[in-house]
């Protein structure tokens, strides 16, 4: 390895661990019958970047590692930051505990090494790690199990590391997922998809990142149809988990992004299901059915007590009827988010992660035989989006005609179908051209939405507290009467937004 830097790709799942639990996983039954005597190691790796994050803005990480027995120089490169099971990593033995920066010619890192950027390279914090190793069977594959317990550190800051790895060594990648599963019968395991490196960033800008929005996915033109969909999905579930602890804690924007991750999810799903429909996709849509669902009644809440009742407070102050309203939707928020978390900490809800990135990455659509399907695969996206887009586009054109005189169900159908193709929109912004078109057509999807899902709201609102409380200084239908006018405005743009992917 010491004469050229190592080129690989890391197919791993990593999990985090209660620290209480981690003796457990050392002693489980799994790995009693190791191939290889277990390991113990003090790992300490120093990680390197600009003041101005040059290299994370590439989603390029540089790490020296103290092994102990000499220093190992490691380049992961992460294709967008929605990357929980590969990733291409570039590794070399260095002589020292500085990046040796002549040895990165032909890894990601490479064309980031501007001048100004090798001048200005720092350490800016560093992960003290004990790990424990495992070689373990599973299935026809030898997996290696890393139990890791330490702290990332930065400047006088900590924050613990307490993480199960388990990365292929060699064979199939149903064998770590069938590994994954046994532990998490056991195990209240969570899907870690934030690296030690972004923790580091995290503590360096001295603050967690507790909620998360939808990142920007880089989809290009020649990428193939079944890569595509899975960078699109896992940034979809990354949004989900990333977002589930905050919301398990009552914060109304995490469960707001939790929400949105899992309707981008839905939403990719029927945008590529000519190519991914197979025997387990309607288990899927009724996991991620079920999880919605089961978020939905806090959200609603939320909603009215910012849109209905806070601005009804502030207007009448002393208006006791409204405090006594205001009281009671407390105390079903209270409600609701105990019934949000129970469902984002249960077994089911962990199970349907693992299963969720077991079918992106291997589902049973991947491996298909079927010559139309394999060929769907190795198509250029650019075909599959502009095909998409083009049906997303004429079904909300069909489906917003006669918008005022469409019932309150019609309306919600046609909102449903405008967020796919915003969403759709937002995917493939990488892939095709007409950036102009592109952003007047979302911004008059993104009207659109929101005129609906508040005509929406207002027709279910008396379903959350009793009739006459959310009448304000506009009366319902004046209201009403504004926000159909907006949304026949915003539907008029976008009719006359010419498809931004044509010439």
């Given at each position: 390895?010491?004469?050229?830097?190592?080129?690989?790709?890391?197919?791993?799942?990593?999990?985090?661990?209660?620290?209480?639990?981690?003796?457990?996983?050392?002693?489980?039954?799994?790995?009693?019958?190791?191939?290889?005597?277990?390991?113990?190691?003090?790992?300490?790796?120093?990680?390197?970047?600009?003041?101005?994050?040059?290299?994370?803005?590439?989603?390029?990480?540089?790490?020296?590692?103290?092994?102990?027995?000499?220093?190992?120089?490691?380049?992961?490169?992460?294709?967008?930051?929605?990357?929980?099971?590969?990733?291409?990593?570039?590794?070399?033995?260095?002589?020292?505990?500085?990046?040796?920066?002549?040895?990165?010619?032909?890894?990601?890192?490479?064309?980031?090494?501007?001048?100004?950027?090798?001048?200005?390279?720092?350490?800016?914090?560093?992960?003290?790690?004990?790990?424990?190793?495992?070689?373990?069977?599973?299935?026809?594959?030898?997996?290696?199990?890393?139990?890791?317990?330490?702290?990332?550190?930065?400047?006088?800051?900590?924050?613990?590391?307490?993480?199960?790895?388990?990365?292929?060594?060699?064979?199939?990648?149903?064998?770590?997922?069938?590994?994954?599963?046994?532990?998490?019968?056991?195990?209240?395991?969570?899907?870690?998809?934030?690296?030690?490196?972004?923790?580091?960033?995290?503590?360096?800008?001295g603050h967690p990142h507790d909620v998360e929005k939808a990142g920007d996915i880089d989809i290009k033109p020649d990428m193939t149809t079944a890569d595509a969909f899975r960078a699109i999905a896992l940034s979809c579930l990354r949004q989900v988990i990333v977002n589930e602890p905050a919301m398990s804690r009552g914060q109304a924007e995490a469960l707001h992004q939790m929400r949105i991750g899992l309707r981008r999810l839905r939403a990719a799903i029927s945008i590529f299901d000519d190519v991914v429909a197979d025997e387990e996709q309607e288990k899927v849509k009724a996991g991620l059915k079920w999880i919605t669902q089961e978020l939905g009644p806090a959200r609603d809440l939320d909603?009215?007590?910012?849109?209905?009742?806070?601005?009804?407070?502030?207007?009448?102050?002393?208006?006791?009827?409204?405090?006594?309203?205001?009281?009671?939707?407390?105390?079903?928020?209270?409600?609701?988010?105990?019934?949000?978390?129970?469902?984002?900490?249960?077994?089911?809800?962990?199970?349907?992660?693992?299963?969720?990135?077991?079918?992106?990455?291997?589902?049973?659509?991947?491996?298909?035989?079927?010559?139309?399907?394999?060929?769907?695969?190795?198509?250029?996206?650019?075909?599959?989006?502009?095909?998409?887009?083009?049906?997303?586009?004429?079904?909300?054109?069909?489906?917003?005609?006669?918008?005022?005189?469409?019932?309150?169900?019609?309306?919600?159908?046609?909102?449903?179908?405008?967020?796919?193709?915003?969403?759709?929109?937002?995917?493939?912004?990488?892939?095709?051209?007409?950036?102009?078109?592109?952003?007047?057509?979302?911004?008059?999807?993104?009207?659109?939405?929101?005129?609906?899902?508040?005509?929406?709201?207002?027709?279910?609102?008396?379903?959350?507290?009793?009739?006459?409380?959310?009448?304000?200084?506009?009366?319902?239908?004046?209201?009403?009467?504004?926000?159909?006018?907006?949304?026949?405005?915003?539907?008029?743009?976008?009719?006359?937004?010419?498809?931004?992917?044509?010439?």
């Amino acid at each position: 390895m010491s004469g050229s830097a190592h080129h690989s790709k890391e197919i791993e799942l990593k999990f985090e661990v209660d620290p209480q639990d981690a003796a457990r996983v050392a002693s489980h039954a799994l790995l009693r019958d190791s191939l290889a005597p277990p390991e113990e190691r003090d790992l300490v790796s120093f990680y390197f970047d600009t003041s101005e994050f040059a290299l994370r803005k590439a989603r390029v990480y540089l790490r020296v590692r103290d092994t102990g027995t000499g220093y190992l120089q490691t380049i992961k490169w992460m294709r967008s930051e929605a990357e929980p099971v590969q990733r291409l990593e570039w590794e070399r033995q260095i002589t020292s505990p500085c990046p040796e920066l002549d040895h990165a010619e032909g890894t990601a890192l490479a064309p980031l090494l501007a001048p100004e950027v090798r001048a200005s390279l720092q350490r800016l914090f560093e992960t003290v790690v004990k790990r424990k190793t495992f070689l373990v069977a599973s299935g026809d594959s030898e997996i290696e199990v890393a139990i890791d317990q330490g702290a990332v550190v930065s400047a006088e800051r900590r924050q613990p590391i307490s993480e199960l790895e388990l990365e292929l060594k060699r064979g199939e990648t149903k064998d770590l997922f069938r590994l994954a599963r046994a532990f998490a019968q056991a195990l209240p395991l969570r899907l870690a998809v934030k690296t030690k490196a972004e923790r580091g960033y995290e503590l360096v800008e001295g603050h967690p990142h507790d909620v998360e929005k939808a990142g920007d996915i880089d989809i290009k033109p020649d990428m193939t149809t079944a890569d595509a969909f899975r960078a699109i999905a896992l940034s979809c579930l990354r949004q989900v988990i990333v977002n589930e602890p905050a919301m398990s804690r009552g914060q109304a924007e995490a469960l707001h992004q939790m929400r949105i991750g899992l309707r981008r999810l839905r939403a990719a799903i029927s945008i590529f299901d000519d190519v991914v429909a197979d025997e387990e996709q309607e288990k899927v849509k009724a996991g991620l059915k079920w999880i919605t669902q089961e978020l939905g009644p806090a959200r609603d809440l939320d909603v009215f007590a910012a849109d209905v009742l806070k601005p009804l407070r502030d207007a009448r102050p002393e208006d006791e009827t409204l405090a006594a309203a205001h009281r009671e939707v407390e105390k079903k928020r209270a409600v609701a988010y105990a019934s949000a978390a129970s469902a984002g900490r249960s077994p089911r809800f962990r199970n349907l992660v693992i299963d969720l990135v077991e079918w992106i990455e291997a589902g049973p659509w991947s491996v298909d035989d079927d010559e139309v399907r394999k060929e769907l695969r190795k198509r250029p996206i650019a075909e599959l989006a502009e095909k998409g887009l083009r049906r997303l586009r004429k079904r909300v054109k069909k489906k917003g005609a006669g918008l005022r005189h469409q019932s309150v169900h019609e309306r919600h159908k046609l909102r449903i179908r405008a967020k796919r193709l915003r969403y759709a929109t937002e995917f493939f912004a990488g892939t095709l051209t007409g950036a102009k078109r592109r952003a007047g057509a979302l911004s008059a999807l993104k009207d659109l939405q929101d005129a609906l899902g508040e005509l929406n709201d207002m027709a279910t609102r008396h379903t959350l507290i009793g009739h006459g409380v959310e009448h304000g200084p506009a009366s319902s239908e004046e209201q009403a009467a504004k926000l159909l006018h907006n949304a026949e405005d915003a539907f008029s743009r976008f009719v006359d937004t010419k498809a931004f992917w044509k010439a």
